[in-house]
Structures are given as C-alpha cells and as structure tokens.
C-alpha cells in the first residue's frame, strides 16, 4: 500500500502527517509506503490513499485513489481514526 501526504508548498505539512502516519502505522503493525509530496510534485503519481488537509479539496477532487482530509493537522486522533478508516476500506 502507498500512501501520499500532502501540501500546498515545500514539505513541512507532509513531513508531518508523514511522521504521525508512521507512527499510528507502526503502533497498528501495518506495513505501507508513505511518501510526502508538495501538490506540483503530486500530480501524475499513482498512490492508493491521499492524506492532504482540507483546504486542498479542490485540487484533489478528481482524483482516483481515496482521498482523506485533515481538518486539525496537529489532532493526532483524528489522523489515525480516518487514515485508519481509509485502510480497512481498501482491504
């Protein structure tokens, strides 16, 4: 499984959900590839879920893997209950 976290610019927002997705992953014993990517560099990549905050929703909403919004990026909580979420629905 691959995994794409995301943001507007640079890698600060994507290096973070990174960070708290691999840990919530580990802690779970569920193996996947996370890569944090800025949206330029983002597009044309094949990923299974997207982890980005809400206010991209308008540049993902075409797009075909399952897409997962973060309204409080720093809500541990809520990444894991939806990233979670988005795992077992593919599985």
Same mark, same amino acid.
């Given at each position: 499984?691959?995994?794409?976290?995301?943001? @507007?610019?640079?890698?600060?927002?994507?290096?973070?959900?990174?960070?708290?997705?691999?840990?919530?992953? *580990?802690?779970?014993?569920?193996?996947?590839?996370?890569?944090?990517?800025?949206? @330029?560099?983002?597009?044309?990549?094949?990923?299974?879920?997207?982890?980005?905050?809400?206010?991209?929703?308008?540049?993902?909403?075409?797009?075909?893997? *399952?897409?997962?919004?973060?309204?409080?990026?720093?809500? *541990?909580?809520?990444?894991?209950?939806?990233?979670?979420?988005?795992?077992?629905?593919?599985?």
């Amino acid at each position: 499984m691959v995994i794409a976290t995301l943001c @507007g610019m640079g890698f600060g927002t994507s290096m973070m959900l990174k960070l708290f997705i691999d840990d919530i992953l *580990k802690v779970e014993g569920i193996k996947a590839e996370i890569n944090p990517w800025d949206l @330029g560099s983002f597009k044309g990549n094949k990923v299974d879920i997207v982890v980005a905050p809400i206010d991209m929703e308008s540049h993902l909403r075409d797009y075909t893997a *399952k897409v997962v919004y973060i309204n409080n990026l720093v809500d *541990k909580a809520e990444i894991k209950e939806k990233v979670l979420a988005a795992i077992r629905e593919l599985s």
